[in-house]
């Protein structure tokens, strides 16, 4: 796929809309006018595609999942709604927890629920539900309830909002889907669903959510009696929280079905269907995903969707209720293979993820019914992208037909090259350690001039005093965490018990330790806003050159080398890539960062000096770091072995991994 830098305007109105968003500048109300009644309506799908080709390269994403609606008795009458029901009426239904349970099993990685307002069950009901699951699928995730039904819960069982969250999420609750907002329009609320939770109320819980540790998605339901004018205003208020609490994973554009509501006859049109992506991934400019949702838009149109700004196409679903009372045209469920070959029509590559996005596995290879080719003709190759700012000059201008950009954790990217779902990318320097046999480095990394503030130690206490202490590590990558270790090993002599945060433990407050270690997006943010008990923060990267005088390494380029590696020719067309990406993006000052700057809170100027700290480029000074530091390691190894096999476990596939408790 060729990222979609150029594009030819039949609509010339658009050209400064389009030049805002290449300098990362915020869409406003009117610019979404602007889009949506432009008739070069191609163009606008090919400035989404940009967009979600810099955030999310040839990724898109899907998971194993079910729908589970436990009941379709609801005590509201919104006149939208052909699914609930009243108790008396025959198509009514309950499920108990069994049933629940029996409908699930153990390959899915997500349960969606969501149903009608029970008058009658009782609240420990939901936490046993919870608790059941996760005690019976440890491997599912469960992401419930909608903003209506905790605003429910809290009113009926007159607990606060975030008490019923806390129960729930303690119970087992990941996160929370996105449905009930409708659309934040009072005109909108009184006539269709008006005793149904407002836009303050709806915003308000996810909030709370958000602040909990919860992460939370977004609908807008159009194509009904909403404007145009009321469908950005919602995105425009979306976004201002996401600004504030960054919680949000994905936006979903629900297309209405229309059904016997009488609010009107017709399906929306694939037009405006395309249109609302595209819109919402140009003017959600912090949103880390758009969900194609293929149960509402058709198989065809949610797999066009993927080339108009959507990176999501929610899952396999199982049964689904809401959209299929209203009369809509999608199967029941997709098969896992019915969706990836609707990715790979869209000419991406389908990535299964879990409930927080990590991808699980990737699928680049074409369907098996193709004859096999030579390694060398291989169609695709998968390079793996470090969703970091500090690694963004690396792929700004990474342009090439055959190698395909996937976004992978630097924790995730060894155990990736490891499984041979990826072939060549930046890797963690410890990472390497363990695959070097069958990789080949390139002269390039993530090397660290000194002071960049991107691999953070935020502490209560002193080097000296962490002796004995609890350090919360980041699960991100494993050269941050040993070079912590290090430091307090053999340049400060103590010994501190490091616990892997959880993904979601991340954005709390971490009452719990002692010191906490942050690196790339997060640490650049917690340095920003601040974090109220730890008073100290240590740099790492200038820790190590004080000590050392040398450059500290935290990543390295690696490519898959032998039989299956990458040929000779693909390893040239890799450089060249990179070198003209890295060019390019020096040559602008590292404008190239604007845009993700922008996302995690940074000024132009903040951006540049970050990137500009770097040495993405390795020399003589990287080598011996990287020699040095491997005798440091080697030395810890010797006398920790258990301890870090313990770790190397832990780094599987799994959904959410629990914490691990590593002494140095
Ligand atoms: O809130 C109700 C909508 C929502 C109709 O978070 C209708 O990943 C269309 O929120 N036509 C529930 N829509 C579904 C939902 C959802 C779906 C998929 C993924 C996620 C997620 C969330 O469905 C309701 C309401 O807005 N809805 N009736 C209808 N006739």
Redesign the pocket.
């Known amino acids: 796929m060729t990222p979609v830098h150029d594009i030819y305007f039949r609509d010339n109105a658009l050209i400064p809309v389009w030049e805002k968003v290449q300098r990362g500048e915020r869409l406003t109300l009117e610019d979404g006018l602007m889009l949506y009644r432009s008739h070069d309506f191609l163009s606008v799908g090919k400035m989404a595609h940009a967009v979600q080709y810099a955030q999310s390269g040839d990724a898109v994403y899907y998971v194993l999942n079910r729908?589970v609606e436990p009941t379709n008795i609801c005590v509201l009458s919104?006149k939208?709604?052909?699914?609930a029901v009243k108790p008396h009426e025959p198509k009514a239904y309950e499920m108990t927890i069994e049933q629940i349970l029996s409908v699930l099993t153990p390959d899915l990685h997500e349960v969606?629920i969501?149903g009608g307002l029970h008058p009658d069950w009782p609240w420990e009901y939901y936490v046993n539900m919870m608790r059941d699951i996760k005690s019976s699928f440890p491997s599912i995730d469960i992401?419930a309830w909608?903003a209506?039904e905790i605003d429910f819960f809290s009113k009926k069982f007159k607990l606060s909002v975030e008490d019923v969250l806390l129960q729930l999420k303690e119970a087992g609750l990941r996160?929370?889907?996105?449905?009930?907002?409708?659309v934040f329009s009072e005109r909108v609320r009184r006539k269709l669903f008006k005793q149904k939770v407002g836009a303050a109320r709806w915003l308000g819980i996810h909030r709370t959510a958000h602040k909990l540790g919860i992460p939370?998605?977004?609908?807008?339901?159009y194509?009904?009696i909403e404007t145009l004018e009321e469908r950005l205003v919602h995105m425009m208020k979306l976004r201002e929280l996401q600004d504030e609490t960054a919680g949000f994973?994905?936006f979903?554009p629900?297309?209405?079905?229309?059904?016997a509501?009488g609010i009107t006859t017709r399906f929306t049109s694939s037009i405006d269907d395309l249109k609302t992506i595209a819109v919402s991934r140009l003017m959600l400019d912090n949103f880390p995903h758009i969900?194609a949702?293929w149960?509402?838009l058709t198989e065809e149109v949610a797999s066009l969707a993927l080339n108009f700004g959507a990176d999501?196409m929610?899952g396999t679903?199982g049964e689904?209720h809401?959209?299929h009372?209203?009369?809509?045209v999608s199967p029941m469920q997709l098969a896992k293979d019915q969706i990836m070959r609707l990715i790979r029509d869209a000419g991406k590559i389908p990535v299964e993820r879990d409930i927080f996005y990590n991808p699980i596995s990737l699928s680049p290879a074409p369907p098996a019914s193709r004859p096999r080719r030579s390694a060398a003709a291989r169609p695709h190759r998968i390079i793996g992208k470090i969703p970091f700012l500090n690694c963004e000059p690396f792929y700004a201008h990474f342009s090439s037909p055959r190698l395909h950009l996937i976004p992978i954790t630097p924790r995730r990217m060894g155990v990736f090259l490891r499984a041979g779902f990826v072939d060549a990318g930046a890797i963690s320097l410890m990472d390497y350690f363990s695959i070097e046999k069958e990789f080949q480095l390139l002269p390039y990394g993530i090397g660290l001039k000194n002071k960049v503030g991107s691999v953070l130690l935020f502490s209560r206490y002193p080097w000296r005093e962490l002796d004995g202490k609890k350090i919360g590590i980041t699960d991100d990558t494993a050269t941050s965490v040993q070079l912590l270790n290090v430091l307090l090993s053999h340049k400060y002599k103590v010994s501190a018990a490091f616990t892997r945060l959880h993904p979601v433990e991340r954005m709390n407050t971490y009452p719990a330790y002692d010191a906490v270690l942050l690196i790339g997006d997060q640490a650049l943010q917690r340095a920003k806003t601040g974090f109220h008990d730890f008073q100290i923060v240590y740099d790492l990267a200038e820790e190590w050159h004080a000590w050392k005088g040398l450059p500290a390494v935290l990543a390295v380029w690696a490519y898959r080398s032998g039989e299956n590696g990458l040929s000779r020719i693909e390893r040239n067309e890799l450089v060249e890539t990179l070198e003209t990406s890295l060019t390019r993006s020096e040559a602008s000052g590292f404008a190239v960062g604007v845009h993700h700057g922008k996302r995690i809170g940074l000024l132009p100027d903040e951006v540049a000096e970050y990137l500009g700290g770097f040495n993405f480029r390795f020399g003589p000074g990287e080598e011996s770091t990287m020699r040095e530091f491997r005798k440091h390691v080697e030395l810890l190894y010797s006398s920790t072995a258990p301890a870090i096999a313990a770790e190397e476990k832990e780094n599987n596939f799994g959904p959410t991994s629990s914490s691990t408790t590593l002494v140095p």
């Open positions: 729908k919104c939208f709604c052909d699914f969606h969501t992401k909608t209506v996160t929370m889907p996105g449905g009930g907002a409708e939370t998605n977004a609908t807008l339901l194509g009904h994973l994905t979903i629900l297309a209405f079905q229309p059904g509501t969900k949702y149960v509402m999501d929610d679903v689904e809401i959209a009372e209203a009369g809509a």
